[in-house]
C-alpha cells in the first residue's frame, strides 16, 4: 500500500494500539515479502505504544510485493508471547496479494497451518473501498476470524472499537449447519467462524414441494460445545420476486468451487455462471463485445456484421522477380548472387533474353531457392565459378574507459522534451536511459522520484529505482523495490512468472531462502501448468518444513502422471542449497581485488539499451558466482545487441569508505580478452567499455557447388518451363 491508504492503515495501527485493553500486550509488523517489527517486542497498550507504533511506520518506506500469508505465518511465529494470552492477528491491507500463496483454493488452508494454536485467530480490515475483500475473507476464514472493512468516511476511532470488538467478542468455531430433509447441495460447504451480532447466509436447493423441521447450528465457543435450533418450513413458489434465491444459492455454490480449484469444479463454476448470470473469477471478466464471444458461449445475436476474429490464418500468393547485379557488385564479389551467395567473376554478359525461373541450390536450412533470373544471369552462372555466401558476426574492442556512453546533445534533446511533456511516459523513459548510460546517479534519483510520484506501480519506474539503490550499494533495497513490479498490472501473468523465478534466483545468490520461497511459490502459483516451477515451489516449502503445503501441491495437480513428473524434479533440488551459476556469456567479466579490506564489490553492466545488470537486477541473461565474496566475483551477460556495454564496480553496503580497494577486472567478449586495472575510492566506477559491432565477410559453399561440369545446364520441360538438369550443381 502506499499514499493515503498506506496513512489511514497507520493511523488505525496507532490508534489500535492505544485503546486495547491495558493487560493485553502489542506489536506491530510491517510486512512486503518479509515483515519488519516494532522494536522492543510486546508493549504494553496506551499512549507510549502509540507513539512508538507511530514512529515505526514512519519509517517504512512502501516498497515491494506483498505477501499476506507470509505475513501471518510472520506474525504467528512472534516470539516472546505469553501462554496466558490467546493470540489474535489484525491484518490491515487492501488484500492485494502479489506474491506468495494467492489463489482461493490455497489461502484459507495455508493460513490456518500458520496459526500457532486453535485458539488463535485472524481479523482482517479491508483498507479502501476497492480492497479485495474476498481475499481477506479466504485469511479471516482460514484464522477463524472475521472481516471487519475500514470504510472510507468513517472515523479512525470508530473503525478501531470495531475491531477491538471483534478480537473480544464471543464467536462461534467448528460451524456446523444440519437442515431438514429435502434440502440438499448446501452451500457454503464449510462456515467460517461467526461471531456475536454478526450474520451468516445459509443457501441449499429444494428437492421436492416442501420441506419442514428444525435447522440444527452446531459448533464450539471459547473451547465449548454449543448447540441451537430453529423450526422452518420451506415451500416451492413461482413469484418472480424470489427469483434472487436461485442466483445468491448459485454465487455461494461458485465461491465453493473456486476454493476447490480442480478442474471439475471451474467447469462447474462456469456452467453456473452462465445458467444464472453471476460472475465467477473465470467469467466475470468475459464482456461480450465480439463476434467470436457469442459463438464462444452458444448465445445467438440478431444481427451480424462482417466479422474478423483473428483465427483464420491469411491466405498469400508468391511472386518472383528479377535480380540483377550492379557493377559494383560484381567489381567486389564477381556478382551478388541470389539470397546472400555470391558467384565469381566472369566474362562480359551476352545479349539479355526473357527471363525464366531456375532453381538457384539451396538455404542453409536445406529448402531449395527459386528465383526469377534472366537468361543473362544463367549464362553467367554456367561459365565456371563457385557460390559464395555472406556471413555476418559480431566483434568486441575491450578498453579501460571510463567515459559515459552517452550523446550530450541526445541528452539535452531528452530532458527539453520531457519538460515540454511532463505527462508522456515514454519522455520520461527515454530520458531514463540515456541517464543510466551516463551513470548520473543524483539525476536518476530525481526522474525516478518524479515519475514513481505519477505512477507508483509503473514498472520501468520501479526498475530505474533499483538501479539507484544499488548504484548506492544497496542491492538488498534494489531487490525489494523489483518484487514490487510483480504488483504492476501492465505484467501479463507468463512475465510475471519469470521475474518471480529470476528474483527468487537473486535472493538465492544473497543467501534469503526465505524470500526466495515467496517468490518461488509466486511463480508457481502464476504458472500452475509449469513443472519446473511447481516443484521449486515444493522444494522450497519442503526446506521450510511445510509438509501440509507440499502435499497441498501436489494434489492440485490434474493427473498422476505430472505429480510424478514434478516429484521427480524436487527431488533432485538439495534443499536450501544454492545452484552454482556456469558463467558463459557475450560478456564475461571476472573481478577480483584486495580481500584484506573485507569489502564487498559487486560487478554491474550497463547495455546499450540503459539497463543496468547484475547479479541483483531483474534480468534473466545474466549468469553469476560469488555475489558475496569480499575477493572474488564474476558476472556473465548474454545479449544479441549491438553498441558500448559499460563495465563498472560497486562497493555493496552504501556508505564509501576512506579505504580505496584495489583491483583488476578479467574482460571476455567475442573471442577478445583483456584485463583491466582499477582503484575503487568511492562507492562506483566505472571500469571499461566493450564496444560490440558487425561485421562480414564472403565464404565458400563448402559442398562443392561448381558450374563448370554441365554445358548448357538449363533445359526447356514440356510445359516451358527452363530447368537445371540433373546433376548440375
Known amino acids: 500500500m502506499f499514499g493515503e491508504r498506506l496513512r489511514r492503515a497507520s493511523r488505525l495501527a496507532v490508534t489500535l494500539a492505544q485503546q486495547m485493553d491495558r493487560r493485553d500486550r502489542v ?174 447466509l445459509v443457501a441449499a436447493r429444494l428437492h421436492g414441494d416442501r420441506a419442514s423441521g428444525d435447522v440444527v447450528l452446531r459448533g464450539k465457543v471459547a473451547g465449548e460445545p454449543f448447540e441451537a435450533r430453529w423450526p422452518i418450513e420451506v415451500r416451492v413458489t413461482s413469484d418472480e420476486g424470489n427469483a434472487w434465491a436461485a442466483r445468491t444459492w448459485a454465487a455461494m455454490r461458485v465461491a465453493d468451487d473456486e476454493r476447490a480449484g480442480d478442474d471439475s469444479a471451474r467447469a462447474e463454476a462456469v456452467a453456473l455462471s452462465h445458467r444464472f448470470r453471476v460472475p465467477s473469477r473465470s467469467t466475470s471478466l468475459l464482456v461480450l463485445e465480439s463476434e467470436a464471444m457469442f459463438h464462444a458461449f452458444g448465445i445467438a445475436r440478431a444481427e451480424h456484421a462482417f466479422e474478423w476474429t483473428g483465427e483464420s490464418e491469411a491466405q498469400g500468393t508468391e511472386t518472383a522477380g528479377v535480380i540483377a547485379p550492379t557493377d559494383d557488385d560484381e567489381k567486389k564479389a564477381g556478382g551478388i548472387g541470389l539470397d546472400g551467395l555470391a558467384a565469381a567473376p566472369s566474362a562480359a554478359p551476352p545479349p539479355r533474353a526473357p527471363a525464366a525461373t531456375v532453381p538457384m541450390g539451396a538455404n542453409d536450412s536445406g529448402a531449395p531457392i527459386l528465383a526469377r533470373a534472366a537468361p543473362q544471369e544463367m549464362e553467367r552462372a554456367a561459365r565456371p565459378g563457385r557460390w559464395m555466401r555472406r556471413v555476418w558476426f559480431r566483434t568486441a574492442t575491450i578498453a579501460a574507459d571510463d567515459r559515459p556512453a552517452v550523446d550530450l546533445v541526445k541528452l539535452e534533446a531528452a530532458r527539453s522534451a520531457l519538460a515540454a511533456s511532463p505527462d508522456v511516459r515514454q519522455r520520461h523513459a527515454e530520458l531514463a536511459k540515456l541517464l543510466v548510460r551516463q551513470g548520473n546517479v543524483a539525476e536518476v534519483e530525481a526522474l525516478a522520484a518524479t515519475w514513481t510520484k505519477r505512477d507508483p506501480l509503473d514498472a520501468d519506474a520501479l526498475l530505474l529505482r533499483a538501479t539507484a539503490k544499488a548504484w548506492r550499494g544497496d542491492r538488498q533495497g534494489a531487490l525489494r523495490i523489483l518484487s514490487g513490479m510483480l504488483a504492476s498490472p501492465s505484467l501479463p501473468p507468463a512475465i510475471q512468472s519469470e521475474l518471480a523465478s529470476t528474483l527468487a534466483r537473486a535472493e538465492d545468490r544473497a543467501g534469503r531462502a526465505g524470500r526466495a520461497c515467496a517468490l518461488r511459490v509466486t511463480a508457481a502459483e502464476t504458472k500452475p501448468g509449469d513443472v519446473g516451477a511447481v516443484a521449486a515451489a515444493i522444494g522450497c516449502e519442503r526446506a521450510q518444513g511445510s509438509p501440509a503445503s507440499e502435499s497441498r501441491w501436489l494434489a492440485s495437480l490434474k493427473d498422476d502422471a505430472t505429480r510424478a513428473r514434478v516429484s521427480a524434479a524436487a527431488a533432485k533440488l538439495a534443499p536450501g542449497a544454492e545452484v552454482a551459476d556456469k558463467v558463459f556469456g557475450d560478456v564475461v567479466v571476472d573481478a577480483t581485488w584486495d580481500g584484506s579490506a573485507g569489502t564487498d564489490l559487486d560487478v554491474g553492466i550497463i547495455d546499450p539499451s540503459g539497463k543496468r545488470l547484475s547479479w541483483a537486477s531483474s534480468a534473466r541473461n545474466v549468469r553469476a558466482s560469488d555475489c558475496t565474496s569480499t575477493s572474488h566475483e564474476a558476472l556473465a551477460v548474454t545479449s544479441g545487441a549491438t553498441g558500448p556495454f559499460l563495465v563498472e564496480v560497486t562497493r555493496a553496503g552504501g556508505a564509501p569508505s576512506e579505504r580505496p580497494v584495489a583491483g583488476k577486472l578479467r574482460i571476455t567478449s567475442l573471442g577478445q580478452t583483456r584485463v583491466v586495472p582499477f582503484v575503487l575510492a568511492g562507492t562506483r566506477m566505472q571500469v571499461a567499455r566493450v564496444s560490440v559491432g558487425m561485421d562480414s565477410r564472403l565464404e565458400a559453399i563448402a559442398d562443392g557447388w561448381t558450374w563448370g561440369t554441365c554445358d548448357p545446364p538449363f533445359f526447356t520441360d514440356a510445359l516451358g518451363v527452363r530447368r537445371m538438369k540433373p546433376g548440375c550443381r
Do not use: M, N
Not at 494467492?102 to 486453535?118: F, M, N, Q
Open 27 to 200: 506489536t506491530v509488523l510491517a510486512c512486503d515479502v518479509e515483515c519488519r517489527a516494532l522494536p522492543g517486542g510486546w508493549l504494553a497498550p496506551g499512549a507510549v505504544a502509540a507513539h512508538d507504533v507511530d514512529a515505526f511506520l514512519a519509517g517504512v518506506e512502501a516498497d515491494g510485493a506483498s505477501d499476506l500469508v507470509g505475513a501471518v505465518r510472520a506474525a504467528g511465529a512472534v516470539g516472546g508471547r505469553d501462554a496466558a494470552h490467546d493470540l489474535r492477528v489484525v491484518l490491515l491491507s487492501d488484500g492485494t496479494a502479489s506474491a506468495g500463496y494467492r489463489s482461493a483454493s490455497r489461502v484459507a488452508a495455508e493460513v490456518s497451518d500458520a496459526l500457532p494454536d486453535r485458539r488463535a485467530e485472524v481479523i482482517t480490515v479491508p483498507i479502501g473501498s476497492d480492497a479485495d475483500v474476498e481475499t481477506l475473507g479466504e485469511i479471516a476464514r482460514g484464522g477463524g476470524g472475521a472481516v471487519i472493512p475500514y470504510t472510507p468516511g468513517q472515523a479512525t476511532d470508530a473503525a478501531a472499537l470495531d475491531v477491538l470488538a471483534a478480537t473480544y467478542g464471543a464467536a462461534l468455531r467448528d460451524v456446523e449447519v444440519i437442515l431438514p430433509e429435502g434440502l440438499r447441495d448446501v452451500v457454503p460447504a464449510k462456515l467460517a467462524t461467526i461471531r456475536a451480532g454478526s450474520e451468516t
